[in-house]
């Protein structure tokens, strides 16, 4: 069994700073691409960032520039370094990985963890 945990989201100012993190644990072969997505309240989930196992990454034009996506293929953990934040930056954020489990991939979800970003 394969599960993905959020960690790191919480309360900021605007302009301000977070680091979320991932960890994948499980019968793990392989990760593929890994990534971030957020869902703000009444919107659908979007895409943030995603990289993938050779290091190559991409964002969404909204956090260009401000965000940075990285990871670790040793721990399994994929990292989203978050900076100048704005208030519309607020939403659940949920990290996503393609493991492969046995011959098989997979698209596996977190759980979710919330930044919210006052004015």
């Known amino acids: 069994q394969v599960q993905l945990v959020e960690s790191g989201g919480g309360l900021v100012q605007a302009g301000g700073s977070l680091r979320l993190s991932c960890a994948a644990s499980g019968s793990i072969f392989s990760i593929n691409a890994m990534g971030w997505y957020r869902q703000a309240p009444g919107k659908q989930r979007e895409l943030v960032a995603t990289?993938?196992?050779?290091?190559?990454?991409n964002y969404a034009d909204s956090v260009k520039g401000r965000f940075t996506i990285s990871r670790d293929n040793a721990k399994n953990t994929a990292s989203l370094r978050m900076n100048s934040l704005k208030p519309e930056d607020t939403a659940v954020y949920y990290c996503n990985a393609e493991i492969r489990v046995g011959v098989q991939s997979y698209a596996y979800w977190g759980q979710g963890t919330q930044v919210t970003v006052s004015s």
């Open positions: 990289i993938t196992s050779g290091g190559y990454t």
